[in-house]
């Protein structure tokens, strides 16, 4: 099996704005190992949120190669197809957390399974498996506006593993977390990491971006350098 989960070679993304073209990927060339840490870096407009897009299968890239988990999306990028595959392979952590405020923990959890058909035994027991495993057992019944914010945030961590994604991509996943809550789940992503799970994740925090073993610092749509910590 081939080692690299990510691979891209000249990908760009180009948007149409006023007449004019604007750049947010404009030839990256990047790989990512199965099992790797790693954050994204750059100014705004540097095209952070737009990789994070084409990785999570939310956009397509308008020219160069991507692969991920062997998928060559260049080569067929059929709707079904893609959204079969983010729903196996792909999980998402929000900045906003992105929990629905009438359902519990363990029901906000479970949502993912319900969308691919699980019975209703077998998501409520992977649910509860992941809200133990973020350290929430003892908060399944428990709304979000019952928790606090770390502990919201250890719930979308919850849900996004529930699936079994051999990806979980976050964005900000500390912006809206005071620094008590943000080292809880910089924790929890370094045990995640050191279970074998792939993680990217975009911040413009340093302090979130050290944890990672290598840091992706992108400038004007280019890979500016990489980082790689010891």
């Not at 998501?123 to 929430?136: F, K, N, P, Q, T």
């Not at 924790?187 to 975009?202: K, N």
Request: proline fraction near 3%; charged fraction near 30%; charge should be negative.
């Amino acid at each position: 099996m081939d080692s690299a989960l990510i691979r891209l070679e000249g990908l760009c993304r180009h948007y149409q704005v006023g007449g004019e073209t604007v750049r947010a990927l404009d030839g990256l060339d990047l790989e990512l190992a199965r099992g790797d840490y790693a954050a994204i870096m750059g100014p705004s407009g540097s095209g952070k949120s737009t990789l994070m897009n084409i990785l999570g299968c939310l956009d397509r890239p308008t020219a160069g190669s991507c692969w991920l988990d062997g998928h060559a999306l260049h080569e067929n990028w059929d709707d079904g197809v893609v959204s079969r595959l983010r729903g196996r392979l792909i999980g998402f952590v929000f900045q906003t957390f992105n929990l629905l405020p009438r359902l519990d923990a363990l029901e906000n959890v479970e949502l993912p399974l319900v969308y691919q058909g699980v019975s209703a035994p077998e998501r409520r027991e992977r649910a509860r498996r992941c809200l133990e495993r973020v350290g929430l057992g003892d908060r399944l019944r428990h709304r979000p506006m019952e928790l606090s914010g770390g502990q919201r945030q250890r719930v979308a961590v919850a849900r996004a593993l529930v699936t079994d994604p051999g990806l979980l991509l976050a964005d900000e996943p500390t912006g809206n977390l005071d620094s008590r809550s943000t080292a809880e789940i910089l924790d929890l992503m370094d045990g995640l990491h050191a279970e074998g799970q792939t993680l990217v994740l975009v911040t413009h925090e340093d302090e979130v971006a050290r944890r990672a073993r290598r840091v992706i610092h992108l400038r004007d749509g280019r890979l500016e350098r990489v980082d790689l910590r010891a």
